[in-house]
């Protein structure tokens, strides 16, 4: 089945900085990659997505990069803020296998 | 726009009793997903349901896990009995089928302790 891998486990950061979170797949046949944000106590939410027909996808301060060849997606967050501070997931799915495959997550502290 | 709806929020048992969580789904969702998050980790599928069938449970531990969604809307999974291993959070998803993959919503999750 799928394995997706996510890098690195925590990041800290400084305010007004960029953070760049990996994340690499194996199953060549996953075609959609979302990323959510927790926060502590609640559920996953979504943040950004990108399908495999598509290299990259920027929503404000939030793009996602995806190489199809290397099978790795990456989420970058610019002039980040102490409320970006939460786990970040990555996530992959395909054609016929709706359900999300998830990466160990990443942590991310924003410091004021 | 109502989110997922999940009940309770925490829930705290001992080993081998029995446990229930509810899920009520995004009105006019006909997927509905149940996922394990263990601490630390990410969600993991248990169960999905494609209106009130089954598409695939096989990563459900079917000896104490069953789940069921009647008429195609709430969703209940239970285990039972319960063991150590068991304490995570168990996440609803709902979902509008559209072209090849759905965008997945979750609800805030049920924190279960198992002592």
């Known amino acids: 089945g799928e394995n997706v891998e996510q890098h690195p486990s925590t990041l800290s950061v400084q305010e007004g900085d960029s953070a760049v979170i990996k994340c690499t797949y194996s199953?060549?046949?996953?075609?959609?990659f979302p990323w959510y944000k927790q926060e502590l106590g609640k559920g996953p939410q979504l943040i950004i997505d990108?399908?495999?027909?598509?290299g990259e996808k920027k929503d404000q301060r939030i793009a996602v990069t995806l190489n199809k060849t290397a099978k790795h997606f990456s989420l970058h967050i610019t002039e980040t803020q102490p409320e970006d501070s939460a786990v970040y997931f990555c996530?992959?799915?395909?054609?016929?296998?709706?359900?999300?495959?998830f990466g160990s997550g990443t942590r991310l502290q924003v410091q004021p | 726009e109502a989110g997922v709806a999940q009940s309770p929020r925490y829930k705290i048992i001992e080993k081998r009793q029995s446990v229930a969580f509810w899920c009520n789904p995004i009105?006019?969702?006909?997927?509905l997903y149940w996922y394990q998050q263990i601490l630390g980790q990410g969600p993991k599928l248990l169960i999905q349901?494609?209106?009130?069938?089954?598409?695939?449970d096989s990563q459900l531990p079917k000896d104490r896990f069953s789940a069921e969604r009647l008429k195609g809307v709430d969703s209940t999974l239970k285990i039972q009995p319960a063991k150590l291993e068991d304490s995570a959070v168990y996440l609803c998803?709902?979902?509008?089928?559209?072209?090849?993959?759905?965008?997945?919503?979750f609800g805030p999750g049920t924190r279960l302790t198992v002592l």
């Open positions: 990108i399908r495999s027909n598509v």
């Open positions: 349901f494609q209106n009130n069938g089954v598409v695939d």
């Open positions: 996530a992959a799915s395909k054609t016929g296998r709706r359900a999300l495959t």
């Open positions: 998803a709902s979902s509008f089928p559209t072209g090849a993959t759905d965008t997945q919503y």
């Open positions: 009105s006019g969702h006909a997927t």
């Open positions: 199953d060549s046949a996953s075609n959609y």
